[in-house]
């Protein structure tokens, strides 16, 4: 457990590189911006989209996506979980299904862009664990999707 602490600690400290550079705007643990910072060994990316109801990630989702293969490729050996969430429309097992889905296409695009394929794993949480109101559409949107977890798969 403490090699896992110091391996995480280790490792977002490599991302943000000088401790003393760290903008405010941005997570003390990762660069990815502070709004996201839920634990040091958790990030929200934002801008990821799939086409409705399916796990094809839809084009305008690649920056984001290459973005931040780039800064997991300065982690070597840091474990990456890819976890899918969806909203709660529709079925709890679809719902299951798809989140996995949708976090099994990351987690490929992630290894066919460079990150080794035994340090990437996929999970898909279904409708569980929301983050906002699914009785919104803003709320819905934000309950769709695709967290990073690092540590031990």
Same mark, same amino acid.
């Given at each position: 457990?403490?090699?896992?602490? /110091? ?7 490599? $991302?943000?590189? $000088? ?10 643990? @990762?660069?990815?911006?502070?709004? @996201? ?31 931040? !293969? ?11 979980? !890819? !976890? ?5 429309? &529709? &079925? ?5 299904? /798809?989140? $996995? ?11 066919? @862009? ?9 999970? &898909?949480?279904?409708?569980? =664990? ?7 559409? =803003? ?15």
């Amino acid at each position: 457990m403490r090699r896992l602490i /110091l391996v995480v600690a280790v490792a977002c400290f490599v $991302l943000v590189g $000088l401790a003393s550079t760290v903008m405010a705007d941005k997570c003390e643990f @990762h660069s990815w911006p502070r709004k @996201h910072c839920k634990k040091p060994n958790k990030v929200i990316l934002d801008g990821i989209y799939f086409t409705s109801g399916s796990a094809k990630i839809m084009k305008k989702s690649y920056p984001v996506l290459s973005e931040n !293969v780039e800064k997991l490729k300065k982690v070597k050996k840091l474990p990456i979980i !890819v !976890v899918g969430y969806t909203d709660n429309r &529709g &079925g709890t097992k679809a719902n299951e299904r /798809l989140s $996995l889905a949708r976090a099994n296409s990351v987690k490929e695009y992630f290894i066919t @862009h460079g990150l080794d394929v035994s340090r990437v794993s996929a999970i &898909g949480m279904g409708e569980s =664990n929301p983050v906002a109101d699914n009785s919104t559409r =803003n709320g819905r949107a934000q309950n769709r999707r695709i967290e990073i977890e690092f540590g031990d798969k």
